[in-house]
C-alpha cells in the first residue's frame, strides 16, 4: 500500500501530459491514432505530412502552373501552404502577385516587344519589356502589349498631320481595360494588370515608352514591323508619313511605296529627314573628327579641306534619309524615288515624318523628343 500510494501522484501527472496533444508545428492535416501504454488507455495526437501522393502532388502544380504561369516554385510554395488546395493556392498567388513583381522590378528589364496599333486617323507605338527572350515569347505577355497599344490607340493626341506625340509610361498606367484573356480577365489598370502579369512569369515587366503619329490629311501612314512573331509586335518598328498635294491621288499606289520606306527606314536606321534637319551640334563634331582624320595624313590644307567635305557628304548618305540609297533598289536614293513617285500619281509626295524605334530604347527616345518636336530631328 505504501509504494501504491507513493506512485499515484506521479502517474496522474504522466497522465495529463500524455493526454495534452503533441504540437509539431506543421501545417499538413493531422491524423490521430490511439497507443496504450502500459495498460492505460492513453490517447494522444501526432501530426505528420499531407496524405496527397506525390503523383497527386504532381498534378495539381501542372493545373496551377497551367492557371496561373506563375513559376513553378511559386505554384508549390502555394499549394503546401494551403495544403494542396488548388483553388485557394490560386487566389493566394493573386493575393501575393504585388510582393512577387516588387521584388522583381529593380532588375533589369531589356528584353520584351513593340505593340503598334494603326486606324485611320493614327499609329500609336508601345514598347513593353521584361527580362528574357523565353517571356517576351510567351502569349499572356503578347496579348499584354497589343492590348496596351489598343487602349493607347484610343487617347486624345495631336490632331496636325505627321506630328509624332510621345507617350510616357505614365500616361497608361491608370488607363482601365477589360482584359478577355483565360489567365488575365476583367477590368484593371494598366499598372495592376502588368503586376500581376509579373508575377505570372517571374520577371520583372516594365512598360517602357510609346509614340502616336497623325495621319496626313491626303496621304498614308505606313508602318513595318521586323522580327514579327505576330500581326501588331516586332523587335524594330519603322513609321513613315507620305504626304501628297492632291487629295484625288491614287493612294494605293502610293501606300505600296510608303510600305517598302518603312521597311528601308528599319534597315538604313536614318536619323535626319534632310540635310537641313541635323543639327548644328551633330554637323560640327562630325567635322572635327573628320578634319582629325585628314590632317593625320599630313597633305595640304586645301587636300585636307577637299577630303573632310568629301567625307561630310558620305556622313549624310548614311544619316539622312534623303540622301540615302533605297535598300530595295541601291540605285536610286529616297529623294529620287520620291520624284518617280510624283510623276507616276500625278502629285507631289514628300515625307512628313518618320521614326524609327527599337526595343530597349523607348525612354531613351522619350527623352530626346519633346511634344511638338519632329522625330526625325532626335539622333
Not at 499572356?140 to 486624345?156: H, R
Not at 540635310?275 to 563634331?285: M, Q, R
Not at 509626295?349 to 523628343?369: P, S, Y
Request: charged fraction near 25%; proline fraction near 3%; charge should be neutral.
Amino acid at each position: 500500500m505504501g509504494l501504491t500510494r507513493g506512485m499515484k501522484r506521479p502517474i496522474e501527472i504522466l497522465f495529463k501530459r500524455l493526454r495534452s496533444p503533441v504540437n509539431c508545428g506543421n501545417a499538413y492535416p493531422t491524423s490521430s491514432y490511439s497507443n496504450q501504454i502500459n495498460g492505460f488507455g492513453v490517447f494522444f495526437t501526432q501530426k505528420y505530412s499531407s496524405e496527397v501522393s506525390a503523383s497527386e502532388q504532381m498534378n495539381l502544380i501542372k493545373q496551377l502552373r497551367e492557371r496561373t504561369s506563375a513559376p513553378i516554385k511559386e505554384v508549390k510554395s502555394a499549394l503546401v501552404a494551403c495544403n494542396w488546395d488548388i483553388e485557394a493556392a490560386q487566389k493566394d498567388l493573386r493575393k501575393r502577385g504585388v510582393v512577387l513583381a516588387s521584388k522583381k522590378s529593380s532588375r533589369t528589364a531589356a528584353e520584351g516587344f513593340l505593340a503598334l496599333a494603326q486606324n485611320q486617323k493614327k499609329a500609336v507605338i508601345f514598347e513593353l519589356n521584361c527580362e528574357t527572350d523565353f517571356v517576351a515569347r510567351n502569349d499572356i505577355f503578347q496579348y499584354l502589349a497589343l492590348s496596351l497599344a489598343k487602349s493607347a490607340l484610343l487617347l486624345e493626341g495631336s490632331k496636325q498631320a505627321s506630328v509624332a506625340v510621345p507617350i510616357g509610361p505614365e500616361c497608361l498606367e491608370d488607363l482601365k481595360i477589360n482584359f478577355d484573356h483565360p489567365k488575365l480577365t476583367g477590368e484593371k489598370t494598366v499598372q495592376n494588370a502588368i503586376t500581376e502579369v509579373a508575377a505570372m512569369m517571374g520577371e520583372n515587366v516594365k512598360l517602357g515608352g510609346g509614340f502616336a503619329i497623325s495621319a496626313p490629311s491626303y496621304g498614308v501612314l505606313s508602318t513595318y514591323l521586323h522580327t514579327s512573331p505576330k500581326p501588331g509586335l516586332g523587335r524594330i518598328a519603322g513609321l513613315i508619313s507620305l504626304e501628297a498635294e492632291d487629295k484625288d491621288v491614287s493612294l494605293d499606289t502610293v501606300q505600296r511605296v510608303g510600305s517598302e520606306l518603312a521597311m528601308h527606314v528599319v534597315a538604313a536606321k536614318p536619323l535626319f529627314l534632310t540635310k537641313e534637319d541635323v543639327s548644328s551640334d551633330a554637323l560640327g563634331n562630325e567635322r572635327d573628327i573628320l578634319r582629325s582624320q585628314a590632317e593625320s595624313t599630313g597633305k595640304s590644307q586645301m587636300a585636307i579641306d577637299k577630303m573632310v567635305e568629301g567625307r561630310l557628304r558620305k556622313y549624310f548618305e548614311e544619316v539622312v534619309l534623303m540622301e540615302q540609297k533605297f535598300v530595295v533598289d541601291d540605285t536610286v536614293t529616297i529623294k529620287n524615288l520620291l520624284s518617280n513617285l510624283s510623276k507616276e500619281v500625278g502629285s507631289t509626295v514628300k515625307i512628313g515624318n518618320f521614326l524609327r524605334v527599337e526595343v530597349g530604347e523607348g525612354l531613351r527616345r522619350l527623352e530626346a523628343v519633346s511634344g511638338t518636336e519632329s522625330l526625325s530631328q532626335a539622333a
